[in-house]
């Protein structure tokens, strides 16, 4: 069975770093891109990086471009979403995606 669990959030000032990792379980993660999305509260869920499967291929949201970096370790079945400079704006419920399926999301919350 196909599962996909986030961890790595939490509360963190202005300014600091996180970072998030996505476990991918019952298959084998390095045949498919994977995508990283959040969502904040009362807003819709977005996009915010993605890799390709063999990890030579990245894209982020304008708005983490420069701040955020998206990464993949095969041999662990590990995708990883390094976050710097992290603003109050990113404060969401994050996810990691591969195709219909979702992990159950890891809370960021970027406050002083």
């Known amino acids: 069975q196909l599962q996909l669990v986030e961890s790595g959030g939490g509360l963190v000032q202005p300014g600091g770093s996180l970072r998030l990792s996505c476990a991918a379980s019952?298959?084998?993660?390095?045949?498919?891109?994977i995508g990283w999305f959040r969502q904040a509260p009362g807003k819709e869920r977005e996009g915010v990086s993605c890799?390709?499967?063999?990890?030579?291929?990245?894209n982020y949201a304008d708005s983490v471009k420069g701040r955020f970096t998206i990464s993949r370790d095969n041999a662990k079945n590990m995708v990883y979403l390094q976050m710097d400079s992290l603003k109050p704006e990113d404060t969401a419920v994050y996810y990691c995606r591969l195709g219909n399926y979702w992990g159950q999301g890891t809370q960021v919350i970027v406050s002083s």
């Open positions: 019952g298959f084998t993660l390095d045949d498919y891109g």
């Open positions: 890799i390709s499967s063999s990890g030579g291929s990245t």
